[in-house]
């Protein structure tokens, strides 16, 4: 698929989003005005961002509990997550779900996800809605390499597979689960556990924007003309710890400033788009001082705005009781 | 006595006990940690450190990495126990029953009856529950009182680092399957803790406190907020027994009835959602078997019959408090004493 300079322009300008989000919310966290678990996506947005812009609000997408990234990448509205983030009532949640379970059915976003191997199963659900009632829909599980060792996993991609459905399984591997290597835990390779049900497999360097964009874009059109699922495994590099307070200790010394410096979607992106003349530099730097502009605002109007009021504690637990 | 922490009671236990046998095992996610990573082993010692240094002692033969597979080796546990190694397994927390369940309420649990006597399963399932982390729906649950639905399963559930050394002891001793409850806002708490290795029986609930007034019994966490009621109360002059049945499987339901018949009024204090909780069982068979002893109604505090929720705003209004234990207490001293029939 062709990608014009609007493509590349709105591509920047989500993963820039990301990033700048999960930078502040580390600062954030650091500060003491978030509450709970929070893990942060920074380091993997050329993944959200290369699948999901092949999306519109008729697909699905769920996630993981490492969610923001896909969520802005699905097009969740930007202040209302970092409202729910901290806790207040006009989150996108009202302040119930947080940063593990940020979701927005009405954009096609099905939740990020606090259970590892969550989200695989309510894909194939999706998948099925859209293949019933014929929507042309495509659903799309992200899950990390830890999360591929679920049963969930393992069970959803065989279901995707036996109903023929249009889905895309996407293992975001950042090379750990917590403090486990996905080198260790990963027995195999997921490329073959793909073909072992039947759909094609995809290993793709997750630095590289264009190749996500590519990979993503034949899976999802292969599923979109109902020759069923695929599975993409995405190599990338996670910059934060596994949440928000982990020492890392875990990792070498030098890892991730090494990886910052070698391994940065954002910076590869920047030097092809600018070395093939497809974007200037300015253009790129007015969206880095807009999104930069975004994520001030939505912190300081997040920070202002007001909790929830103690009645909402017992309210939309059922639609009827 | 030396002071320890929560979590240091739990890892002294642990290392005594496979100290002394060598088939102890320890497995879970992350439980050392650094698995095939390039920096430091053991670098986690499970989520919240709690058997960190397992590894440098006991090696990985014996500390035992997992993928992210509950069922798998929840399930290795089981059969590893049915077969002869006594593993302590740590599903780290307690809301991820759900993608495991089967192994152990299907399997681990109904071996020995279903086998018509002739298997033990001597495993531990280590696990946190409980609210107040801003950990959200999914990570903040109780869950104690599906456990104890089911025979075959013990449930212990302790209120201090005290407890918990002697439980955890205990419980790797069982020959049965027991679940075993570490509330996560617990493990800085500390106590006075024996250095050498002891056990605390199953099945006995513990008296911390002896008043004649009302019998507040309470489940972990919920026992230290009924200790602070309690205290409370009695600078207005109301005088509680504070119970603390440690094990809800089996549930010393004997001592309880005791008090009850002393005091003649309950009020049970339960971290878990009120429908078919540990309160609303304990609260049945007082009615059942001391019914005529009552002089008030029976209250209960529990949480609303709602998922947790992550906004601080919202948990601190769900978690029960000794305040509202103090209101519930006040409530059945005002009842009217009931008249004999
Ligand atoms: C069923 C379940 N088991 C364990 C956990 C705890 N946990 C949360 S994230 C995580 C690691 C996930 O690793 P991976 O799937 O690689 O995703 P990443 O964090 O690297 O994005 C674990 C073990 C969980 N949330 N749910
Ligand atoms: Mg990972």
């Not at chain 1, 699948?51 to 996630?63: E, N, P, Q, Y």
């Not at chain 1, 940063?99 to 590892?116: F, K, P, Q």
């Not at chain 1, 830890?146 to 293992?171: C, D, H, R, Y």
């Not at chain 2, 879970?28 to 095939?36: R, V």
Request: net charge negative; proline share 5%.
């Amino acid at each position: 698929m062709q990608l014009n300079r609007d493509d590349l322009l709105r591509a920047w300008r989500e993963m820039r989003t990301i990033r700048a989000f999960e930078e502040r919310v580390h600062t954030e966290f650091a500060a003491g005005g978030i509450p709970g678990f929070v893990h942060l996506y920074a380091g993997e947005e050329a993944s959200a961002v290369g699948v999901c812009m092949h999306l519109s609000d008729r697909d699905v997408i769920a996630s993981t509990h490492r969610g923001h990234g896909h969520c802005i990448a699905k097009g969740c509205d930007v202040k209302a997550m970092m409202q729910e983030i901290f806790g207040r009532a006009g989150g996108l949640c009202a302040g119930k779900g947080g940063s593990m379970h940020i979701a927005d059915i009405s954009r096609g976003m099905l939740g990020a996800n606090g259970i590892v191997g969550g989200a695989p199963p309510l894909v194939c659900g999706a998948a099925l809605t859209a293949k019933v009632r014929g929507t042309g829909g495509v659903a799309i599980a992200f899950c990390g390499d830890g999360g591929a060792n679920q049963g969930t996993t393992a069970e959803g991609m065989n279901l995707a597979s036996v109903w023929k459905l249009p889905a895309l399984f996407v293992i975001e591997d950042n090379g750990y689960a917590e403090s486990t290597a996905s080198a260790w835990s990963l027995a195999g390779d997921p490329v073959k556990r793909a073909e072992g049900y039947g759909m094609p497999g995809t290993r793709v360097d997750g630095r590289d924007f264009f190749a996500v964009h590519e990979a993503a874009g034949e899976a999802i059109e292969r599923a979109r003309k109902g020759e069923g699922p695929s599975l993409l495994h995405v190599k990338l590099e996670r910059f934060f710890g596994h949440f928000e307070g982990d020492a890392m200790t875990y990792r070498a010394a030098d890892e991730v400033a090494r990886l910052r410096a070698e391994r940065d979607c954002l910076a590869s992106f920047r030097r092809r788009v600018t070395e093939a003349g497809l974007l200037d530099g300015a253009a790129l730097d007015a969206i880095d001082r807009e999104a930069a502009a975004l994520i001030e605002e939505a912190v300081s109007e997040a920070k202002a705005a007001a909790f929830p009021r103690p009645a909402e504690l017992l309210t939309d637990v059922y639609v009827s009781y | 006595m030396p002071k320890k922490s929560f979590r240091q009671a739990v890892n002294e236990a642990l290392r005594q006990e496979m100290e002394r046998d060598p088939s102890v095992v320890v497995m879970g996610e992350d439980i050392a940690g650094g698995m095939g990573a390039p920096g430091e082993d053991d670098a986690w010692g499970g989520p919240l450190g709690v058997t960190k240094g397992l590894l440098a002692r006991f090696g990985r033969g014996r500390v035992l990495d997992t993928p992210i597979s509950e069922s798998a080796f929840i399930g290795a546990a089981a059969g590893a126990a049915a077969t002869g190694l006594r593993p302590v397994a740590d599903l780290m927390f307690v809301d991820f029953m759900g993608v495991c369940f089967d192994q152990i309420f299907n399997q681990a649990a109904k071996f020995r009856y279903m086998f018509g006597g002739k298997a033990k399963t001597p495993m531990v399932i280590r696990t946190m529950y409980g609210a107040g982390f801003r950990a959200a729906s999914q990570h903040s649950q109780c869950l104690y009182p599906v456990f104890t639905h089911i025979p075959g399963l013990k449930v212990a559930i302790p209120s201090s680092p005290y407890e918990a050394k002697g439980l955890m002891i205990q419980a790797i001793r069982d020959d049965d399957p027991v679940i075993f409850f570490e509330h996560k806002a617990m493990y800085d708490d500390e106590d006075e803790v024996p250095d050498e290795a002891y056990t605390i029986p199953f099945g006995e609930a513990n008296f911390l406190r002896e008043g004649e007034d009302v019998t507040i019994v309470a489940i972990g966490r919920m026992v230290k907020f009924a200790r602070e009621a309690a205290d409370q109360l009695a600078r207005e002059k109301i005088d509680c027994t504070v119970l603390d049945p440690r094990t809800t499987s089996p549930l010393d339901i004997g001592s309880i009835l005791e008090s009850v018949r002393e005091t003649g009024r309950l009020v049970v204090v339960d971290e878990a959602n009120p429908r078919c909780n540990m309160a609303t069982d304990i609260s049945a068979q007082v009615a059942e078997q001391a019914f005529d002893a009552l002089k008030a109604p029976i209250r209960m505090v529990s949480p609303p019959h709602v998922p947790v929720p992550f906004s601080p705003a919202l948990e601190d209004e769900f978690i029960p408090s000794a305040e509202k234990i103090g209101a519930a207490v006040r409530s059945v001293m005002a009842a009217p004493a009931r008249r004999a029939a």
